[in-house]
């Protein structure tokens, strides 16, 4: 169960894309049975629409003294999931409409996601937000919304009796054993 935990933990996930498949799939090596499935974006299931596939290929912030920080590929916390795209230079206080952190946890990075509304950011920890001086930084988010499909895994157990246990876990958030990886 370490093996595994340590082997899904850096693989960068959301509600779509190439890291829940690759979650799943890894999953799937244990437990041959399990069945993958895709939904199609904009899919109606109950009151909810299947939102379309997120990826990211790059996501950081160069400080004005050159430093790259809250970046992607260093932590995917870095970067608000389903970050829309977007490049640019700001001001340290424009940036900061932008950024997010925990000042009660001053050095825990954030999760936050905007599935719903369309809008970038980056999570740091609360002492890095304090830390940044005034300047200019350069913004890079590169990150693609498509049509695509909401991957999931279902594996049903017959059992002797005729009633039904449903158990239910999700993947969609990356980098947290609490949430994420103690489930699956």
């Not at 899904?8 to 799937?28: M, N, Y």
Request: charged fraction near 20%; hydrophobic fraction near 35%.
């Amino acid at each position: 169960m370490h093996r595994l935990a340590n082997e899904l933990w850096p693989i960068p996930r959301s509600l779509t894309g190439e890291g829940v498949r690759h979650t799943l799939s890894a999953i799937q090596k244990i437990i041959p049975s399990l069945r993958i499935k895709e939904v199609p974006s904009g899919t109606a299931v109950f009151d909810w629409t299947i939102p379309k596939e997120w990826r990211v290929n790059e996501a950081y912030v160069l400080t004005p003294e050159g430093t790259r920080i809250c970046n992607f590929t260093e932590n995917n916390l870095h970067l608000v999931g389903y970050s829309i795209p977007f490049t640019g230079t700001l001001s340290l206080s424009e940036l900061k409409q932008h950024l997010y952190s925990i000042e009660e946890q001053p050095d825990a990075i954030p999760y936050v996601t905007s599935y719903y509304k369309e809008r970038w950011g980056f999570c740091l920890s609360h002492n890095q937000l304090q830390s940044l001086s005034d300047g200019l930084y350069e913004i890079v988010v590169d990150t693609e919304l498509f049509d695509g499909s909401l991957t999931y895994g279902e594996l049903v157990v017959e059992g002797k009796s005729t009633e039904e246990v449903f158990l239910s876990t999700y993947i969609c958030h990356p980098s947290m054993a609490n949430n994420e990886l103690s489930g699956p």
